[in-house]
C-alpha cells in the first residue's frame, strides 16, 4: 500500500505563495503518476494538477494554469506544488493522490488507489 503525506498548507494573503510537498512511500517514484486535488466547504472534488508515471507530461486545471507547477523529486521521493498568486477561491483541502505507471485522464479521482490525508490551505485578508 502506497503511503501519501502532504505539508506545507496554512493561511496566506490574497497574491501570495506557498509551495506543497506530498512524501510518497515508493522506492521508484518516477514509475508513478501523482496528482493533486483540492477541495473546497460544498463543493465536488477537483483534479487541479497530475505528473505523469509514464513520460513525465503535466496536467493544470484551467483554474490553476499559470500560478501553480507540478514537479517530482524522485531521489527524494516527492512531489510538489508550488502555488503563486493565490486567490481567496483557492482555499480548500489539498490531497496528492498515486497510481502506478501512466493515467489517461490523470484530472480524475477514479484513476488513482492511493491518497494522502489532505492539507488545508486558507487565501484571506
Known amino acids: 500500500q502506497v503511503q501519501l503525506v502532504e ?13 506543497l510537498s506530498c ?7 518516477d514509475y508513478y503518476t501523482i496528482g493533486w486535488f483540492r477541495q473546497a466547504p460544498g463543493k465536488e472534488r477537483e483534479g487541479i494538477s497530475c505528473i505523469s508515471g509514464s513520460d513525465d ?12 507547477t507540478i514537479s517530482r523529486d524522485n531521489a527524494n521521493h516527492a512531489v510538489y506544488l508550488q502555488m503563486n498568486s ?40
Not at 7 to 19: E, M, N, Q, T, Y
Not at 94 to 109: I, L
Open 23 to 29: 512524501a510518497v512511500s515508493v522506492s521508484r517514484l
Open 57 to 68: 507530461s503535466t496536467f493544470y486545471a484551467d483554474s490553476v494554469k499559470g500560478r501553480f
Open 86 to 125: 493565490l486567490k481567496p477561491e483557492d482555499t480548500a483541502v489539498y490531497y496528492c493522490a498515486a497510481t502506478k505507471w501512466g493515467a489517461s485522464k490523470c484530472s480524475q479521482a477514479y484513476e488513482y488507489d492511493s491518497w494522502g490525508q489532505g492539507t488545508q490551505v486558507t487565501v484571506s485578508s
Open 7 to 19: 505539508s506545507g498548507g496554512g493561511l496566506v494573503h490574497p497574491g501570495g505563495s506557498l509551495r
